[in-house]
């Protein structure tokens, strides 16, 4: 089992940036591919980004490439979300998700593991 646990969310003007942490604890965090996930009120979870294990492979949504950078520390258990130029749509609560096979995946069903989400608010 593994345990995951988000932070760095908060309350941001459009423009700024903020950097989510995820860390994982009960089970070795090398072997398991990781994504970020997103839902906004009255919204369905969508993906945002992913990243395999070994860092060779990453993958974003359209509406985040080029502002948002997923990356991970395994020696710290610990995947990054850094969001840039964040913009109002951007306002939702994100989540963490660990996936224990061998390619990254952009859907949720995907997943394994799942953190309990951090709100970002993005005001105009």
């Known amino acids: 089992q593994v345990q995951l646990v988000e932070s760095g969310g908060g309350l941001v003007q459009a423009g700024g940036s903020l950097r989510l942490s995820c860390t994982a604890s009960?089970?070795?965090?090398?072997?398991?591919?990781m994504g970020w996930f997103r839902q906004a009120p009255g919204k369905e979870r969508e993906f945002v980004a992913a990243?395999?294990?070994?860092?060779?492979?990453?993958a974003y949504a359209d509406s985040v490439s080029g502002r948002f950078t997923i990356s991970r520390d395994n020696a710290k258990n610990t995947v990054y979300l850094q969001m840039n130029s964040l913009k109002p749509d951007d306002t939702a609560v994100y989540y963490c998700?660990?996936?224990?096979?061998?390619?990254?995946?952009?859907?949720?069903?995907?997943?394994?593991?799942w953190g309990q989400g951090t709100q970002v608010t993005v005001s105009s």
């Open positions: 990243i395999s294990w070994r860092l060779s492979s990453t």
């Open positions: 009960g089970r070795t965090f090398s072997g398991y591919n």
């Open positions: 998700a660990g996936r224990a096979r061998a390619t990254i995946a952009r859907e949720a069903y995907d997943y394994d593991y």
